[in-house]
């Protein structure tokens, strides 16, 4: 038996302590604890008092109808005079549940009766009532929630959920125009805000769902709407940050948080975001920016779940908007500046069509020629025509048919993009300052890139047809006005259409050497001698045409007509010859000759750089350095990297970077300008010289200056040159040489440069090219750094890696173990004003011994040997005894406690037990003492728990000097600036603090079950219906004394 100091504990009856008398014990609520039921010692009369009883006990049977119990219950209401005794005996029964925390059906159907129950006073909202029959109707209300807002802050946790979940159940089951007192709705909504701040996540959710219409989204100060904000941003638990999501008004204020929840760790979280997007936001009130990166993000999702929500809800919602016009979506996105995104968003919108009129009715309108008139083309519908033929083209022989009537034959389209590339014009500097201008050239070249990318969807089975556009290609590449943007697409589709490898070197090198050296008409030098007698000659002719015309007029004054005819007719010749030098004087020689002229201007190189680069990606990387290709190099890339133009230096480094890959030689020769183009230029075209300095490294490892490769190659501390040959030496200079440098652009200022260089690392260590600790030690505090926090792909790039590297095999786990002493000396040395002092110490720690599990191997090892944790505890042992008194020991018995450490006996285990016994001698903390002996019992095999979370668990329970709190009340550690949580790289551990903030994980003194044989399927039944609670025998038994 249980007094009423039982009930101040649970938080009920503190002020009606006169309504209760005994309590009673009852079998049926014996899941782990026993329950506290309380009776009542009101002296009713019978009828009333079993109407009550039996209206509770039939609303736990949901076969019951709850209607008809209800308005019983109301007639039975409206009958009495004073409701006083009714309502208490109401509330007693009502409390039954209350105490039940656990979603039981029978005490479900209780709530949801009571809900109906109070939700049946409601009057309609008639401004012709008089007030005082409204106070009459809503008094059972009122009283409901006065007695509900007066328990809300009761000690137990299961009275405070229920609390939550009737306020919440009440407010919705008003209508939508109910009216409710002032000061009643301050109160309620006081009372709410207080429980969305509480310990346990169920009635943080309750709390979040009951303030749901509270909320006033146009008011920005508005209580509600800054708690949920607080709730999305900050809360632990995903369940709580769902249920904010499901009922927060968005708002000018909340829309960006919304938003944010697409990018949750969790990956219900971001469904329910996307859902409530999809179902509440019109798509004119996203930015460009935010609808891009939904599609973006959510159609790449690691989570199918995720990915089919925004296909079958969020796109069907913005297509309704928008009249089903999937153009006008287009339109919407942008897609000049997101060609990739929308490409990915009509894929999916095809492949929910139901058969393939769907995917003609919706988009473009081709011609008999089937193609799209060049005066229609937009970025739009020429990106629908690409996409809807890539999808139609992927399904293989399914759609062979369809595609026939999407594309022409090859010849004809190839005429059609000649026809419109040859309408491009170039910007002059004049027409680049005009915007207009230059967004329509901008807009030219989208539309020809997709056309261009068609020309992989054509049928190139046809033999006329591929040979004609293959020539219409290498037109295109010739001509001067064709965009720079538009060459490596092209070269790409012409070595594509291409099937010998020799060709396409070939035709590639007579375009470059047309492109950089065109045919052009040149006329030679003019002799000046041969100028001046013509002139002399003309003149003369002039003079003598002068003479003979006053020797004519002389002649017909004379009347001699004899030699006036003869006079004319030598006039006349003199004309003949007058016109025929000023017409050789005024046309230019005839010795104009063709001949071909070397352009040197950044523009015609860069065509030239791309189209070479190009080319060296698509050969094969087995074939070599053919003399085409060599002359290439010598003649265009080397003079190239010198160029004072910075984008023609860029692409130099990028053709010399992909040149080297086909040959060693090449390589080894041009390694040293490599390295100088990584420290001395532009950030731009450093970041081009690393890219290819890694490349070579991935290629041919880190000897690459040897004649002999090996597959790794293990980093010394220092070089080593007792009695090597000289060769060897200075092969191992220059390899330390390149490490150092790679080292130092860790530290750089330059982000960019600084994440190639960490991720240039990451994929050398993971392909087993470099074999270092110091290099793991620092990409662990680069990502760790606050500096970094900003910087989201150093920090994803690192957070996949450091898992898989972990986990690919033995050798990898050991290098982690070396890298954990210098990483944690790193972090305690570190000085106050370095952005290393704010890391979480505890948390790197805990890292390591994650990355070093031996269940974390993908691949565990057929011999069990000595585990890398056993290795790793001998180390930290080690260090401890190094300076038993420095601060940081705590931390490294912390950490021994998470080791999986073999108990059997062995030449590691009893190393282990003589460091452990060492420890003990002189540590004089109480915890580390604690931790040392609990170890020592596991290795002598008094207690084996292989478990680290369960060793975590106890250790918390032990630890009475330093724990801020118990496990009830725990809660995980908010990060400190800079500092990020390796929950990604953890299973064991954090499983089990997240359990301990899930929705089963928050029960009061609810032991741990320990492991043991599963049941039978008959066994499991009977447990169940043993589970099954039911409020009438705790109703009907009387309180007989103890």
């Not at 303030?211 to 999305?232: F, G, H």
Request: charged share 25%; proline share 4%; hydrophobic share 40%.
């Amino acid at each position: 038996m249980i007094d009423s100091q039982r009930l101040k504990e649970a938080g009920l009856g503190c002020s009606r302590e006169r309504t209760f008398r005994k309590v009673a014990r009852s079998p049926l609520f014996n899941i782990g604890n026993s329950r506290a039921i309380f009776r009542s010692n009101i002296n009713m009369p019978g009828d009333r008092d079993l109407e009550i009883e039996e209206a509770f006990r039939r609303a736990q049977k949901a076969h019951n109808n709850k209607a008809k119990l209800v308005a019983s219950l109301k007639n039975r209401y409206n009958k009495l005079e004073d409701k006083t005794e009714f309502h208490e005996e109401f509330i007693r029964c009502l409390k039954y549940a209350m105490i039940i925390y656990t979603r039981e059906p029978a005490v479900e159907n209780v709530i949801d009766f009571v809900t109906k129950f109070a939700a049946s006073f409601e009057t309609p909202v008639n401004e012709d009532a008089e007030e005082e029959e409204e106070e009459d109707e809503n008094e059972f209300l009122n009283f409901l929630f006065s007695f509900l807002l007066e328990s809300h802050g009761a000690n137990s946790h299961a009275v405070r959920f229920r609390v939550c979940q009737l306020v919440n159940k009440l407010l919705g089951s008003l209508s939508e125009n109910a009216q409710i007192d002032d000061g009643l709705c301050d109160r309620i909504h006081e009372a709410m805000l207080i429980r969305v701040t509480d310990k346990y996540p169920n009635v943080r959710i309750q709390a979040a769902l009951a303030m749901a219409r509270l909320q006033d989204p146009s008011n920005s100060d508005c209580p509600t709407i800054k708690a949920y904000v607080l709730l999305l941003e900050n809360d632990s638990n995903p369940e709580v940050r769902r249920a904010v999501l499901s009922c927060i008004a968005p708002s000018v204020t909340t829309l960006t948080k919304i938003y944010k929840r697409t990018r949750d760790v969790k990956e219900k979280v971001r469904k329910l975001a996307y859902q409530v997007l999809a179902e509440k936001v019109h798509i004119r009130a996203l930015s460009i920016a935010q609808r891009v990166s939904l599609l973006h993000e959510g159609l790449s999702d690691s989570a199918d779940s995720v990915k089919e929500v925004v296909k079958t809800h969020l796109l069907p919602a913005w297509l309704r908007l928008l009249q089903g016009d999937v153009l006008q979506l287009l339109h919407k996105l942008d897609v000049e500046n997101c060609a990739e995104t929308a490409v990915t968003t009509l894929h999916a919108i095809f492949s929910m069509a139901t058969s393939p009129d769907d995917l003609l009715q919706n988009g473009v309108r081709l011609d008999e020629r089937k193609l799209i008139p060049v005066d229609s083309l937009t970025c739009e519908n020429v990106l629908y025509w690409r996409a809807l033929c890539e999808f139609v083209k992927s399904k293989g022989n399914e759609g062979e048919e369809l595609l026939e009537q999407l594309l022409p034959e090859a010849a004809i389209f190839a005429e059609y993009l000649y026809s419109y590339l040859r309408s491009i014009t170039g910007l002059s500097e004049e027409k680049k300052a005009d915007m207009t201008q230059l967004e329509m050239a901008m807009t030219q070249e989208f539309v020809g890139q997709q056309l261009i990318v068609l020309v992989g969807c054509l049928d190139s089975s046809e033999e006329g047809g591929r040979k004609r556009m293959v020539a219409v290609l290498q037109e295109i590449l010739v001509m001067p006005n064709t965009p720079t943007s538009l060459i490596g697409l092209l070269v790409e589709k012409l070595i594509g259409l291409l099937r010998d490898e020799t060709q396409k070197i070939q035709m590639v090198a007579e375009i470059i050497s047309d492109v950089r050296e065109p045919i052009l008409p040149i006329s030679a030098p003019v002799d000046e001698n041969e100028k001046r007698r013509k002139q002399v000659r003309l003149a003369e002719v002039r003079v003598q045409i002068m003479e003979a015309k006053q020797t004519l007029e002389e002649c017909i004054s004379c009347q001699d007509f004899s030699r006036a005819a003869v006079l004319k007719d030598s006039i006349s010749q003199l004309e003949e010859l007058k016109n025929q030098l000023t017409l050789e004087a005024s046309q230019p020689a005839d010795n104009i000759k063709e001949q071909r002229v070397e352009k040197s201007d950044p523009e015609t190189l860069l065509k030239c750089l791309t189209m070479c680069a190009e080319l060296f990606k698509q050969i094969n990387i087995k074939r070599g350095i053919c003399p085409t290709m060599n002359a290439l190099i010598e003649s265009l890339i080397l003079p190239s990297v010198s160029n004072p133009n910075p984008a023609v230096r860029n692409m130099a480094v990028i053709c010399l970077g992909t040149a080297a890959l086909h040959s060693k030689d090449l390589a080894n020769t041009h390694l040293v300008l490599l390295l100088q183009i990584t420290q001395l230029d532009e950030p731009k075209i450093r970041i081009s010289s690393l890219r290819a300095l890694i490349d070579q490294l991935l290629l041919n490892g880190l000897n690459i200056l040897s004649n002999k490769s090996a597959p790794i190659s293990q980093v010394p501390d220092s070089p080593d040159s007792n009695g090597q040959p000289e060769q060897q030496t200075e092969e191992e200079s220059t390899v330390q040489s390149i490490l150092k440098m790679l080292s130092e652009f860790l530290d750089s200022e330059i982000c960019e440069l600084r994440t190639e260089t960490a991720e240039g690392l990451a994929k050398l260590m993971y392909c087993g090219r470099i074999l270092s600790p110091k290099l793991l030690s620092r990409l662990v505090l680069l990502w760790y750094n606050p500096v970094t926090e900003d910087d989201q792909r150093l920090r994803h790039c690192l957070g996949v890696f450091l898992q898989l590297y972990a986990r690919a095999s033995r050798t990898n786990q050991e290098c982690v173990e070396e890298s954990f002493l210098p990483t944690m000396r790193t972090l305690f040395n570190a000085p106050v004003t370095s952005p290393l002092s704010e890391v979480d110490a505890s948390n790197v720690a805990e890292l390591f011994v994650e990355l070093t599990r031996p269940s974390a191997l993908v691949q565990p090892a057929a011999v069990q040997a000595v585990s890398v944790h056993d290795s790793l505890a001998v180390r930290i042992c080690n260090e401890i005894l190094r300076d038993i008194s420095a601060p940081e020991v705590r931390l490294y018995c912390k950490t021994l406690s998470w080791l999986e450490i073999n108990t059997e006996p062995g030449p590691a285990n009893s190393e282990l037990q003589l460091l452990l016994k060492d420890i003990l001698q002189e540590v004089k903390d109480k915890y580390c003492t604690r931790v040392i002996e609990k170890l020592c019992n596991q290795l002598n095999g008094d207690r084996c728990s292989k478990s680290g979370s369960n060793q975590d668990t106890t250790l918390l329970t032990l630890d009475e000097n330093t724990a801020e709190v118990t496990k009830e009340e725990i809660k995980p550690k908010r990060a400190k600036r800079g500092q990020k949580k390796a929950s990604t790289a953890k299973n064991g551990k954090l499983a089990s603090k997240a359990e301990l903030s899930s929705d089963e994980g928050d029960e009061e003194n609810v032991p741990e079950a320990p492991p043991s044989v599963r049941p039978s399927r008959r066994a499991k039944i009977a447990a169940l219906d043993k589970t099954k609670q039911d409020l009438t025998a705790l109703m009907n038994q009387e309180s007989n004394g103890p």
